[in-house]
């Protein structure tokens, strides 16, 4: 049974860091494409990063670029989000997903974890 669970999230200032972690079992991490995404109430999920399985080729987002960094561990079967100079429309609920295919998708992504709060405030 696959199953993704996320955690890391919480209370961080405007341009602090926080660093989120999801743990997956039932699959191999080098087989799948990984995604960390978002959803802010009353928006979109967006494509926050992915990365793909093989090569580990990363993808962001346009908001995220050159703060975020996607990273993984196979040998703890765990992708991480480094997320850096934290702003305030960076609060949403962010969830990671895995997928069959190479995407940042939200659409395209099959399983899905409970999602971590993150809130920018001071």
């Known amino acids: 049974q696959v199953q993704l669970v996320e955690s890391g999230g919480g209370l961080v200032q405007p341009g602090g860091s926080l660093r989120l972690s999801c743990a997956a079992s039932?699959?191999?991490?080098?087989?799948?494409?990984i995604g960390w995404f978002r959803q802010a109430p009353g928006k979109e999920r967006e494509g926050v990063s992915c990365i793909r399985s093989g090569d580990g080729t990363t993808y962001y987002g346009n908001s995220v670029k050159g703060r975020f960094v996607i990273s993984r561990d196979n040998a703890k079967n765990t992708v991480y989000l480094q997320m850096s100079s934290l702003k305030p429309e960076d609060t949403a609920v962010y969830y990671c997903?895995?997928?069959?295919?190479?995407?940042?998708?939200?659409?395209?992504?099959?399983?899905w974890g409970q999602g971590t709060q993150v809130t920018v405030s001071s």
């Open positions: 997903a895995t997928a069959w295919i190479w995407s940042c998708k939200p659409h395209e992504f099959d399983y």
């Open positions: 039932g699959f191999a991490l080098p087989y799948y494409a």
